[in-house]
């Protein structure tokens, strides 16, 4: 039994310890995208958010673009994710294309998105 015990702890310890990030490794991520492909992500987004040194709260989490760490790439944390950049509030994080079809990048806001109808004082 106290086998069994350890075991438990081992296996406990274990996968408390890593963030295991669903992504393809070298590729950028919004933050909605990575909460999109599996729910559990949302660890390794604040981990690498924490580590930028960002705040948790959902804009970063879904608005922040993020660099999936090749396996054997230092980043801080554990998360395997590098937080690249915040792209709101003037801007919005795009799935795909907004490079040229190269990964997930800050765009434009087209007047949807986080945005709408803000008013913007000049001094």
Request: with cysteine; aromatic share 4%.
């Amino acid at each position: 039994m106290s086998r069994l015990a350890l075991i438990a702890t081992i296996i406990s310890t274990l996968t408390s310890a890593a963030f295991a990030v669903v992504c393809t490794q070298a590729e950028t991520y919004c933050g909605s995208r990575l909460l999109k492909l599996d729910t559990n992500n949302r660890k390794a987004i604040e981990g690498a958010l924490t580590s930028g040194r960002q705040s948790i709260d959902d804009t970063h989490v879904n608005q922040s673009v993020f660099w999936c760490a090749p396996a054997g790439v230092p980043v801080p944390g554990d998360s395997g994710l590098l937080f690249v950049t915040y792209c709101g509030p003037e801007n919005v994080c795009q799935e795909g294309g907004a490079l040229g079809g190269v990964g997930d990048a800050c765009a434009a806001s087209t007047g949807g998105g986080l945005n709408h109808r803000r008013h913007h004082h000049r001094h």
